[in-house]
């Protein structure tokens, strides 16, 4: 049973190893693979997804308030981590549910990547992700221009 867990979603098979680990119940683990990195192995799948939603995020917000420098490379960046992120669910569907909660700090982060690579100041952006998290993960999706900045 935990073999085929571990195959098919890893998230998951780290929380349950975990969680036998904790109760002490040794018949349950999988003692093959290293018992001590179970919980960082999971806390690695979901820092991943949260990663590659900030850049999402960050260039979405590029592509919105400088339209004039809009590039391929942005494009590119977008379709990529769309793609990485619709992987790492694939084959971690428990995290699912955490991508509401990841939004949130991915949208920070996000930010922060924005203002660095844009030198856009800070007051220009929403202090919350102004993208329903559908839109953020849907291919057909690049935000208009913000008409209502004049940018260099």
């Known amino acids: 049973m935990h073999e085929s867990l571990y195959e098919t979603d890893f998230y998951a098979w780290t929380q349950v190893q975990a969680k036998a680990i904790r109760a002490r119940a040794f018949e349950l683990v999988d003692i093959e693979n290293l018992v001590e990195e ?3 192995l999971g806390r690695r799948e979901k ?4 990663k590659r939603l ?11 308030f400088q339209p004039q420098r ?3 490379s942005w494009l590119a960046t977008i379709r ?8 790492l669910l694939l084959e971690n569907p428990s995290l699912q549910p955490a991508m509401v909660e990841l939004e949130s700090e991915a949208y920070k982060d996000g930010l922060d990547l924005a203002v660095r690579e844009t030198d856009l100041p800070f007051e220009i ?8 998290l559908e839109d953020v ?8 221009d913000d008409s209502s900045q004049t940018l260099e």
């Open 38 to 40: 179970v919980e960082s």
């Open 47 to 50: 820092q991943q997804l949260e």
């Open 54 to 64: 900030s850049v999402l995020i960050g260039h979405l917000l590029k592509w919105q």
């Open 70 to 72: 809009r590039s391929n």
């Open 80 to 87: 990529e981590q769309r793609r990485k992120i619709r992987r």
């Open 125 to 132: 952006f929403s202090g919350v992700c102004p993208y329903a």
């Open 137 to 144: 993960l849907d291919d057909a999706f690049l935000p208009a």
